[in-house]
């Protein structure tokens, strides 16, 4: 996996985290730049760590997994991208508006309903045989900037687009399952 093709599913993988952060940006009032940098940082560790444990996972079905592995990669891939285009086009509801949550359990749910793709991301670069280091502190910086970003853009944005994105950040996946198969 080369580092355009890191650098696309950190932003498709960041998406979730995005549309919490923003949505949490339009609610908070008091004390933005703590709750920026505390739900940023959350979900940007997160991110981090979901794939190292995604990948170390998959180290030890390797053996058993291996003859289809670039299925898999491909599948799991299409899986995440399918699931972000049908979030993106189902109507739902994101984070209601009267639920400010920024405690360390909320963080922490947060984080990890956010992040559990990455989760599957980290089995692919086992797969792969990608740098998990570089690929998931990647990830992770990408995760805090869209977050923080986020979270900044809720308080000048009363309506956003987020299921175009999640949309796009669907077709990157299953862009990158192809590419990865073949």
């Given at each position: ?34 709750n920026s940098l505390l739900l940023a940082f959350s ?5 981090f760590i979901m794939p190292v444990a995604g990948y ?31 979030d993106g086009l189902t109507e739902k509801e994101k ?88």
């Amino acid at each position: 996996m080369n580092l355009a093709d890191l650098i696309f599913l950190a932003a498709a993988l960041s998406v979730d985290a995005g549309a919490v952060s923003f949505s949490q940006g339009l609610l908070f009032d008091k004390n933005k730049t703590k709750n920026s940098l505390l739900l940023a940082f959350s979900t940007g560790f997160f991110q981090f760590i979901m794939p190292v444990a995604g990948y170390f996972f998959a180290g030890v079905i390797y053996r058993f997994v291996e003859p289809f592995s670039k299925t898999l990669a491909f599948l799991i891939f299409m899986a995440l991208g399918l699931k972000f285009i049908h979030d993106g086009l189902t109507e739902k509801e994101k984070t209601a508006k009267s639920s400010v949550c920024i405690t360390l359990s909320c963080l922490f749910m947060l984080s990890v309903a956010t992040s559990i793709d990455a989760l599957a991301a980290g089995v692919n670069f086992y797969f792969l045989k990608a740098d998990i280091l570089f690929s998931s502190l990647l990830i992770g910086f990408v995760t805090f900037f869209v977050s923080l970003f986020c979270f900044y853009a809720g308080h000048f944005f009363k309506k956003f687009p987020s299921k175009y994105l999640e949309v796009l950040a669907g077709v990157v996946l299953i862009v990158l399952s192809f590419k990865t198969y073949f």
